[in-house]
C-alpha cells in the first residue's frame, strides 16, 4: 500500500502491504488471476525497464508482478546463461483456468515450458 498515492514509481514509500486477495486472502500477495482482475478495473499499468518486469497502481494500492512478457525476458536470460531449468513457486497461482487474463490456461507456465522447449 503506498502512503501518498501521487507517488507510484519504483521505490516510493509503502504503509504496509497490499490489501488480501478475493482468493488468496492473504496481505501482501495475490495470484496472477487476481491482478488481472487489478489490470482490468482501471489500474494504470507501467514497465520497470531495468529490471523488465510490469508493476501496476490504482489509489493507494501498487502491485510488482510477472507476466508473459518478462517471463518470455527471462526465459531468454535464462538459456544465454546457461541454465539448465527454472522454477514456479506454486501453479494454482497462474490463471489456471485463463478467465480471467484471457490468455488460455495457465499463460505464465505456459511461456515458461514453451520457451524452453519442454
Not at 501518498?4 to 492473504?26: D, F, H, M, R, V
Not at 495470484?31 to 497502481?57: H, K, M
Not at 531449468?85 to 511461456?111: E, K
Request: glycine letters at 12%; charged letters at 20%; proline letters at 7%.
Amino acid at each position: 500500500t503506498l502512503q501518498n498515492p501521487s507517488n507510484n514509481g519504483i521505490g516510493a514509500p509503502a504503509s504496509g502491504p497490499g490489501p488480501a486477495g478475493p482468493y488468496t486472502k492473504e496481505a501482501g500477495l495475490l495470484a496472477y488471476y487476481e491482478i488481472c482482475t487489478f489490470l482490468n478495473s482501471g489500474a494504470t499499468q507501467a514497465w520497470d525497464a531495468p529490471e523488465d518486469v510490469p508493476y501496476a497502481y490504482k489509489g493507494s494500492e501498487w502491485i510488482g508482478y510477472d507476466n508473459v512478457k518478462s517471463f518470455e525476458l527471462k526465459v531468454d536470460w535464462l538459456k544465454k546463461n546457461n541454465f539448465g531449468g527454472a522454477m514456479v513457486w506454486t501453479i494454482d497461482l497462474d490463471d489456471f483456468t485463463g478467465n480471467f487474463c484471457h490468455q488460455g490456461r495457465y499463460p505464465l507456465i505456459s511461456t515458461l515450458k514453451k520457451g524452453l522447449g519442454l
